[in-house]
């Protein structure tokens, strides 16, 4: 670079001002807006999200079905006239003729009452889990696409940075070729230039991975129409300017990381069971196997009783009549159960050991998934540290090297070209490296959600 500034001060001052132009046109924008940090786009995502209020809506539906589960059925009426002579239809005429009023009021099986309340009352417990699960993904899916978007923001800076520098060195090469200076060959002003063209395409690519990723944040950050104004605000185009840092997203449980201590799947198992998924499916359990106490209710006899007041009129001589009073019951007697009760609480507990096994499938995945990614980390901290301490250096003194050589006539100018290159991917990669950490980390942090739990029935 020396060479470059002080051979050609006209070309320095150049491309120094066309710098200094568009660093001062980049920061325009954050000087009038604020950075929207990944911890706002998770908070503004989750109170914007209609999948959390469709939830508090199930549990309200559940725990009112709940209370209407343990009521009593409403008692039958009846109402009606008996024994009338059809000769004359006079209600004094026979003895036995009367106007009767009845109650019937059955009685449910055992004590399937308490236990339909029971089991939709665990059910109702089910939705806060639930969304404590999807607000832990909701925080997943917006750091992934935050991070995608700040990723390709920050790239598309560093090669506009680089830029100007391939734009010297083709005004260089030119220079260099038109005053036959040094042994610059048409083929280096060809190389600079097509490498200048390949930093467009590039930038044109990343320019699109960063309007799909903030198309995609929109759908997380996009507000639903007001009833005055009627329209969409998609927050994530309109108002957000990414922020100039790097964030710093902290591991939850930093020991589980231990290089010296690698988890056995045993206890990585013991820390996944708290997480809201598996206890929101522990709960299900609970109300399925419930579900089959219910089934077995219906071995037991239901009863009905019923009670009745019979009217009778005078006699045609005026003499008064005694009234009717009757009370009794009835019950069914289950006796051919093979068909129904049995084949009920087969159904039942099959269902109870399919939801068992739902449970065991999804923490055996959630072990696997935290092994993947807790692996990843680890790959990616040593890569981190080998581009810190050794890689991204060497890069740099290979390409003042290359630049020295080439100022003494000793290198060839497309070597220097070459090298300018990998260092900017060097650079690149390692921001990369930074970004997958953060992604691979903010993973991570989804499995050590921990599970607040209510008692069954109290309403959040």
């Known amino acids: 670079m020396e060479w470059i500034i002080n051979q050609y001060p006209g070309i320095r001052l150049t491309a120094v001002a066309r710098i200094i132009c568009g660093l001062g046109l980049m920061l325009l924008p954050l000087a009038s807006h604020a950075g929207m940090s990944i911890n706002d786009a998770i908070q503004l995502a989750q109170d914007n999200d209609p999948w959390l209020q469709g939830s508090v809506h199930r549990e309200q539906a559940l725990h009112a079905q709940s209370t209407a589960a343990g009521a009593m059925p409403d008692p039958m009426v009846n109402l009606g006239f008996a024994n009338l002579p059809t000769d004359s239809f006079d209600f004094d005429q026979e003895a036995m003729t ?53 990723q390709a923001k920050r790239t598309i800076d560093l090669i506009e940075d680089d830029r100007a520098l391939f734009e010297q060195l083709v005004d260089v090469a030119e220079s260099s070729y038109a005053t036959a200076v040094g042994k610059t060959r048409q083929t280096d002003l060809v190389r600079a230039q097509l490498e200048l063209t390949r930093i467009e395409d590039r930038l044109s690519v990343l320019h699109e991975r960063l309007e799909m990723s903030l198309a995609k944040l929109g759908e997380w950050l996009m507000a639903a129409p007001t009833a005055a104004s009627g329209e969409w605000h998609n927050l994530a185009t309109e108002n957000f300017v990414i922020p100039e840092q790097l964030p710093e997203i902290t591991l939850g449980r930093p020991a589980l990381l231990n290089t010296h201590h690698k988890p056995d799947l045993r206890e990585i198992a013991s820390n996944l069971i708290s997480h809201p998924a598996i206890v929101s499916l522990d709960l299900k359990i609970d109300a399925s196997a419930t579900g089959i106490k219910i089934a077995e209710q219906k071995y037991k006899p239901q009863w009905k009783l019923n009670a009745s007041y019979g009217y009778r009129d005078d006699d045609p001589n005026g003499v008064a009549r005694s009234d009717f009073f009757s009370v009794g019951f009835s019950f069914d007697v289950p006796l051919f159960t093979s068909n129904r009760q049995d084949q009920q609480v087969q159904s039942a507990a099959a269902m109870t050991e399919a939801i068992r096994t739902e449970r065991a499938l999804l923490l055996r995945t959630m072990v696997s998934s935290f092994e993947t990614q807790r692996s990843r980390l680890l790959r990616l901290e040593d890569r981190r540290a080998l581009y810190r301490t050794r890689l991204l250096k060497e890069i740099q003194d290979q390409a003042d090297a290359s630049l020295t050589a080439y100022t003494n006539e000793e290198g060839d100018f497309a070597e220097v070209v070459r090298s300018h290159i990998a260092e900017l991917n060097a650079r690149i990669d390692a921001f990369n490296i930074d970004v997958d950490r953060l992604k691979t980390i903010a993973q991570l942090n989804y499995f050590f959600a921990e599970a607040q739990v209510k008692p069954a029935g109290e309403r959040t």
Not at 101 to 106: E, K
Not at 118 to 139: I, S, W
Request: proline share 4%; hydrophobic share 40%; aromatic share 6%.
């Open 98 to 150: 009367q106007f009767k009023v009845g109650v019937t009021q059955t009685l449910p099986r055992g004590e399937t009452l308490g236990l339909k309340q029971r089991q939709l009352a665990v059910m109702g417990t089910q939705q806060p889990l639930q969304r404590q699960n999807r607000k832990a993904r909701v925080a997943v899916s917006v750091s992934h696409l935050w991070l995608d978007a700040y």
